[in-house]
DNA sequence: GATGCTGATGTAAACGATTACATCAGGCTC
DNA sequence: GAGCCTGATGTAATCGTTTACATCAGCATC
């Protein structure tokens, strides 16, 4: 592959005017400028991005970490932080923790050793020693969606509180009170915060929060529908399910379908994170939606701020409930938001 | 951040003694190993990719460029490619093209430019410029679900011609004969073959396609939804909406739904491509199902073949019809198939 | 005890870009 | 016309690795 010698070489001219006329560093001559045109494209002559970047310590990379690939609320996020490096020059590359520590930490390592600028990051799990380095070393880092606490780290994210609280209210006034909740892991800061906004609605609401209605799922579809199941299956079963994720209300929804049950007359559903095909479901289905798009966009401007050395404001939006049909209808209060 | 020569210094040694301890290239006493090892700890050391690609040639890295990310067919195959990928020691840079040629030009260019070790690539138009170029240069590519005629690259993918035969055969033993499609675009190999299998499946069985039974979307949501609306507005409407994708049969759906009718009284419906979440429409909806895993990692080991200098064999496995109740049922012939 | 081999290590050249510094011609100012 | 500035270009150092080649000690062989 043709490098910037060959270009000179058949230019007749030196690499340093090569590099000049690509880069617009410096002003060249009309007549020079052409020729070195030409034997790019006659060469088509392609930078080399590794050499480049050892030489200017830049990648112009950014790395992002999801927590889960098949889960379309970070697909949906990968895509905004996508749009939103494109336009800013940076090139993302996207790794998949799967939820897993061990996983998330291959991909720091990976990327870090890539020398990507910056990274994004929706931590898996608590700190790591890694990511504990990567700070100490003064990464530019920013945390998205979850935060790790005790970090100096700005983070991007949504605030749920509100909108739990709504979706109680909403629920109380369809007369309903045994309500359950399949919460995230503990170990991620968005599971803490929605079980507590969950557990502090209640309580506004004058409602107790039962031990056996708190279940412990993991984000993922299948401990909802393993949640589901025992929920279920109790002497007194709750008459909502309020899924902590979309995917857990997924496999909450498998597991009411498999008992062969109505929603919502024998049991409603509810779902922080809204989809698309929620509104295709029988009957569509209650959720709390974030503002991804907007965490995308922001996040990575943050991060573009402390690559270039500058401070990034942490971002808290707020998320909202949308109101459809599985929880019940006739809670006129809300006609107005139903969609 | 430290380099090489820190650790070197650290440690007492010189530069090619870290970099044989650390690549285990040659052989090295224990003493000296250990105080490498310690050096590199203290200083936590991280080598820099950057610079041992520029020097190797080899990134361990590669590209992948999907139709769509928002496309669910298309993030279960980047898991899958990612999965197999890092098993295999690459990291995958994922490029969005969003089905735009331009964007998929983007991605070739700067992916190239990163010198990837091989891509993969679902290409979203025809033969690009660029695209033949990297084929002229030896670029190991492979390309993944779609392929491009008239280049020599091997490509993984699916054929549902089968399938769609099958579902033809089921939908008249059901008793349908106006059947409309909905394709993808012509200018891609997905959208044709899907078209040709459909016109030929229908001749099979004797039945008319008329042309404005055949619609012709792009893959994306909005155009399945305004296909839907202008076959449901014809004064003879089908009696089957069949959906090239699954985007446009969500689409579709909520033309159906907007209409407010009757699935699959009113009209029936069926998807190319399946998803998790068709289970919980009502009524579930048949759907042709794409052996998305494997052929994500395949593409990745043909990659790897070309990588090493290998030819790579193209692969075409099958897609399998799902029958579920969208088209209507008491089709006795397939009980056993339901899912 | 000369020779040759092996194992352990060091020196320095590459990889392909960017860029600090040097050079030189030409034109301006006084 | 001396001095200086500016524009256009070239030379060579540099980034952090890997690795070909060189060196050297120790040991076995005959």
Redesign the pocket.
Known sequence: ????????RLA?????????V??D?????????ERVLAAVAELA????A???S????ATRTIGLIIGDILNPFFTELARAVEDEARVTGYSVVIGNADERPERQDHYVRTLLEQRVDGLLLCPTAEITPLVRDAVADGTPLVFLDRTLPGLDVPTVRADGTAAIGELIAHLTRLGHRRIAFISGPALLSTGRDRTAAFVAAMAGHGLPVRDEYLEAGDFQAASGRASAARLLALPEPPEVIFAGDNLMALGALDEIRARGLRIPADVALASYDDLPWFTHVDPPITAIDQPVQELGRLAVRGLAERIGGRPADPVVLAARLVVRRSCGENDSMEGSARR
Not at 1 to 8: I, N, Q
Not at 25 to 33: E, K, L, M
Not at 54 to 57: C, N, Q, V
């Open positions: 592959m043709a490098s910037v010698k060959d270009v000179a007749g001219v030196s690499v340093a005017t090569v590099s000049r690509l880069n560093s410096a002003p060249v001559t009309a007549g020079t400028r002559y392609r930078p080399n590794v050499a480049r050892l030489r200017t310590d």
